[in-house]
């Protein structure tokens, strides 16, 4: 019976080797399909006796090179995905909030030592109103500071425009349904459009909220309700008593919209219709 292996062929008459390039040999394993009931496991001197190496030591360094060739394979489709700069936008844009709000508490801390009348209360002001503040009263380094804040949160607008734009592009059904900013961020902490595609409207509805989860399960706190999707009005302007319901609809819906997107990357119209149709119903229901 002929087995095929990455390096060769073996069967009663012998064996035939395939040479030793590692780029050759990279495209013979990745089309091979051997079933696991008919495989039938050798060790290296199979490929020595089909002349395509000497020693244990050469067929060690070939196999290495051979799946080298095979990774850098992979990570280049990987990145080659629809959505893999949408994910870096979205993590930029994480990174940025995180930097402008450790700026903006230490720009605050610094002018309060400087002006001891800036007390609590503008510190609980809205930040652009509270940088403001200390921008028309600062002088020297902690000036430059407060522009340089102001500086980062224009970036940081800007981006977020971008990354709504591209995820309208990357998830049309999936945006159309709770926004690009919002359906960016569930791609981010799923991890990638395949993965999210995979996912249960179940998972959906609570992604973003695992510190709540863990906590119900190891507490037994109240379980949560909902995740990212909060972010959404359709969720967070929900009553209280239809939250719930509101949150359960609209992530089947997204669970179904981010197969479309996948498997699809175009709008369906007819679907968004229904879906929309559904998700407002979910809000008035008694």
Request: glycine residues 10%.
């Amino acid at each position: 019976m002929l087995q095929r292996y990455w390096f060769g062929e073996i069967d009663e008459g012998g064996c035939r080797g395939a040479g030793t390039d590692p780029a050759a040999l990279a495209e013979r394993a990745a089309a091979l399909r051997t079933g696991m009931e008919s495989y039938v496991p050798i060790d290296w001197e199979a490929a020595r006796d089909c002349g395509v190496v000497r020693t244990r030591e050469e067929y060690v360094d070939l196999l290495r090179s051979v799946c080298t060739v095979l990774a850098r394979q992979k990570i280049a489709r990987a990145y080659q995905g629809r959505d893999v700069e949408l994910l870096q936008m979205v993590r930029m844009l994480d990174e940025l909030d995180n930097v402008i709000n450790l700026l903006s508490e230490r720009a605050a801390e610094w002018y309060q030592v400087t002006n001891p009348s800036f007390s609590r209360k503008y510190r609980s002001l809205p930040a652009k109103k509270m940088l403001g503040i200390v921008r028309k009263g600062a002088r020297g380094g902690l000036s430059d500071v407060a522009d340089e804040i102001e500086r980062l949160a224009g970036t940081r607008t800007r981006l977020m425009r971008e990354v709504s734009a591209r995820a309208d592009e990357v998830m049309p059904n999936t945006s159309a349904l709770i926004g690009g900013l919002v359906a960016a961020r569930l791609l981010s902490r799923a991890g990638g459009l395949a993965t999210l595609a995979r996912m249960p409207g179940s998972t959906i509805q609570v992604l973003g909220s695992e510190r709540a989860l863990f906590s119900h399960l190891r507490g037994g706190t109240p379980p949560p309700k909902h995740g990212i999707i909060f972010q959404h009005r359709r969720v967070h302007n929900a009553p209280k008593d239809v939250r719930g319901r509101v949150a359960r609809v609209l992530s089947a819906k997204l669970a179904i919209a981010a197969r479309l997107d996948y498997y699809r990357g175009e709008a369906v119209p007819e679907f968004l219709e229904g879906a929309q149709a559904r998700i407002d119903e979910a809000g008035v229901e008694a």
